[in-house]
């Protein structure tokens, strides 16, 4: 099938879940959100299943596109950790609000969670290593520490709740990202 209308049709799915939740994602709802004829998603994906699926990998296909070099030191770790913290803010706010909710409906929808949990892994390695070839002293506690806090932070910033934001740093990412740094590893 064509790889560019699989990916139309992924990417409104993705707006189709930011914008109304897990149980608005619909064929009719995904068709209107990618401007394609009626019966188009459902050509494509002809089960809710099928549609839940593409729109996970196409999520992950997404995030895995986001260039990310492997900082040197703590400042690069920490301009890699503000921008990625920046991006779920503005341009990738609609991906992380989508992931949220099939995280939600991993957990109704139990063959969904396999997919999601390997992404995940994946995660905590990438920022295992990326904090290991900033240079510092990784065990995998504090590795996960450092990731556990980014992926906490990704409702509050997409909620754009201001006083949450507040309560919690997230009004200030540089401030947030550093004192992060400095509680898992110490004050530089």
């Known amino acids: 099938m ?16 930011a914008q109304s939740g897990s149980r608005g994602l619909t064929h009719r709802a995904v068709d ?25 990998e196409r999520i992950i296909e997404l995030y895995k596109a986001i260039p990310r070099t492997a900082p040197a030191d ?12 920046e991006h779920a803010r503005g341009p990738g706010r609609s991906r992380v609000l989508a992931l949220l909710e099939l995280q939600r409906e991993a957990t109704r929808t139990l063959w969904l969670a396999a997919p999601l949990d390997a992404f995940a892994a994946g995660d905590f390695a990438y920022f295992e290593h990326a904090q290991r070839s900033a240079g510092l002293p990784v065990t995998p506690q504090r590795a996960a520490t450092v990731t556990l806090a980014l992926h906490a932070a990704l409702p509050h910033l997409v ?22 740094l400095d509680t898992v590893y110490g004050a530089t």
């Open 159 to 180: 909620a754009e709740g201001p006083a949450t934001q507040a309560a919690a740093g997230l009004d200030d990412l540089d401030s947030f990202v550093n004192s992060l």
């Open 32 to 56: 209107a959100a990618a401007a394609v004829p009626l019966g188009t998603t459902k050509n494509y994906f002809p089960t809710r299943d099928a549609l839940l699926r593409a729109s996970t």
């Open 74 to 85: 703590r400042p690069g770790l920490a301009s890699l950790l503000r921008t990625l913290l």
């Open 2 to 17: 064509n790889k560019e209308r699989r990916d139309r049709l992924g990417d409104a799915a993705i707006d189709v879940l």
